[in-house]
């Protein structure tokens, strides 16, 4: 037997450290290529990292929760050298070349270039992912359970819809989101303890470097505590600083009727034809903004600094972003070629995007190369917002929650659905008057989404 010491990859996309969330494996197991060794949370996404070797692990060598550079040893394997492919080892820091396994239910991101290989052994399915029941009766995967337990779902409380009972990913995000609903009603009471914290874990030798989850901010000082940003909340904060200190940023906003929206909600909730496909106003408004984009595309440009002096890239095409609230923080996920796509194809991509950001599954690519974004603060109750846009995006649109209110129709006052659509826009790349047409289009489409038929 040798020993292999396995350094955290290069994951692409630019990014060059990641965070151990989670071992899966421990020293003394036995494992093959390909099975999940650990998750890794990027700046981007979390992502499952495969093995690279047949054999058995000798060494964790990071905590968990620990933050490393691109090329830090992470791990180490028993491997024997003399044996065959699928069963022996591939050299350090190299992949195998076969396609990768699709992912499981519930995985993440699978790190490109692993594979198993005509000949090598495929990642075997673990006993613990197969639907297991608790002692209360609640049969669900292991990748729901976390998925509910992020969310913090209460199993128990869950109606299931999956076959034999089971409880599944919609399930659970239905009543996440009925839940969300009532969540700010109540206002919890103050703790016992006014504030705490935790202090760092002393790494053991030979670990690597690491950020301490939480430590005192001043020695002897137990008001305060200092939270080190890393993964996703430090690539948020890089990306607003930029945008926010390099485009002059502009808001405008306009209050409008939007029941007919609703009502078009409503029709298609009740169609056959959305039976399977969650529908909420933030579809129209979708359809909206790229509808409206094709009367000012200047919105969906982008201003480049290039050696011979700056540019305008103006794009015919909407990579639609839309920004999502996760347990890991902000992600803003893109929907690519949106123009290309139906009302209900649009509906289905609007809801893989939601669902894999809630569970911190979005892969790198789809965070990449967006063209506008929508940010729906509409959930959270607030009525308007003056959104910041995101870098290399030239506008960015905020859609605030829809509310009745009394509003004047034809000389009399009617309750209607009213709510706010905000826009914030690059001066370097548009100025008032277009980004101003802009958001009146959109407002139109939601006071009258009969103007998509066209």
């Known amino acids: 037997m040798s020993t292999q010491n396995f350094p955290l990859p290069d994951v692409g996309e630019g990014l060059t450290e990641a965070e151990i969330v989670a071992w899966k494996v421990a020293p003394g197991d036995r494992v ?14 979390l992502v499952e990292l495969p093995s690279p070797h047949a054999g058995v692990v000798g060494e964790l060598l990071v905590d968990e929760g620990a933050t490393v550079e691109v090329g830090t040893p992470i791990i180490t394997f028993l491997t024997d050298p003399a044996a ?56 669900a995967k292991p990748p729901i359970r976390k ?41 919890p009471e103050w703790g016992s303890v006014r504030e705490e914290t935790v202090p760092a874990p002393q790494a053991p030798s030979g670990l690597a470097r690491g950020l301490a989850p939480v430590r005192p901010s001043a020695a002897g000082d137990d008001r305060t505590e200092s939270i080190p940003v890393k993964g996703v909340r430090k690539a948020t904060s890089s990306a607003m600083v930029q945008s926010a200190y390099s485009a002059p940023h502009v808001t405008v906003w306009k209050e409008i009727d939007a029941t007919r929206t609703m009502d078009l909600v409503k029709r298609l909730k ?69 123009q290309d796509l139906s009302m209900k194809d649009l509906a289905r991509a609007l809801n893989r995007l939601t669902l894999t950001a809630r569970e911190g599954k979005t892969p790198p690519a789809d965070q990449q190369n967006g063209t506008i974004t929508i940010t729906n603060i509409g959930v959270f109750g607030m009525d308007a917002g003056t959104p910041i846009i995101n870098p290399g995006e030239a506008g960015i649109v905020a859609m605030g929650t829809i509310s009745q209110k009394p509003w004047v129709v034809d000389g009399e006052v009617r309750p209607r659905w009213v709510t706010t659509v905000a826009g914030s826009f690059d001066h370097r790349v548009i100025d008032g008057d277009g980004m101003s047409r802009f958001i009146a289009d959109v407002a139109s489409i939601l006071e009258e989404p009969a103007l998509l038929v066209d």
């Open 270 to 338: 009740a169609s056959p034809d959305y039976a399977d496909i969650k529908v909420s106003p933030l579809l129209i408004m979708a359809r909206a903004v790229i509808w409206a984009v094709r009367r000012t595309p200047m919105v969906n440009a982008a201003w480049i600094d290039t050696e011979a002096g700056a540019e305008i890239a103006v794009r015919h095409y909407v990579n639609l972003g839309i920004a999502a609230a996760t347990p890991r923080g902000l992600l803003v996920p893109n929907i690519k070629d949106a």
């Open 84 to 139: 065959g492919s699928g069963t022996g080892s591939v050299a350090p820091g190299t992949v195998a070349t076969a396609e990768a396994p699709a992912p499981e239910e519930g995985g993440g991101s699978v790190l490109v270039g692993y594979g198993s290989g005509s000949g090598a052994t495929s990642r075997r399915k673990r006993p613990a992912e197969r639907p297991v029941r608790s002692s209360v009766g609640v049969i």
């Open 32 to 45: 093959a290529i390909n099975d999940v060794i650990c998750e890794i949370e990027t700046a981007k996404s």
């Open 147 to 187: 998925l509910a337990r992020d969310l913090g779902v209460d199993l128990t409380s869950v109606t299931p819809t999956g076959a034999d009972g089971e409880v599944t990913r919609d399930d659970v995000m239905k009543h996440a989101s009925q839940a969300s609903v009532f969540r700010n009603i109540e206002t």
